[in-house]
């Protein structure tokens, strides 16, 4: 269930995004699949194989190395 809500959110996203473009008859749709099925793709790298989780992991530990910075001034 949880699943096919963030799917449903996905288009509704995309869905907003439509209503709110000036021109909606020069959107390329080809674009915007390939956009989503990148996403998805880099998605199933980063947390399906040990050398994404590893790529993962040191963001984040570089990301709270910088965040630790802020407590010393």
């Known amino acids: 269930m949880e699943r096919l809500v ?17 021109n909606r008859r020069v959107v390329q749709w080809r674009v915007v699949v390939w956009g989503l099925a990148l996403q998805f793709a ?9 050398i994404g989780l590893k790529i993962f992991d040191w963001a984040r530990e ?12």
Do not use: E, Q
Request: hydrophobic share 60%.
């Open 62 to 73: 570089a990301i709270n190395t910088v965040l630790g910075f802020t407590t010393y001034g």
């Open 6 to 22: 963030s799917v449903v959110g996905i288009f509704a996203f995309l869905l907003l995004a439509w209503l709110c473009s000036s």
């Open 42 to 50: 880099f998605a199933l790298f980063i947390l399906r194989t040990p």
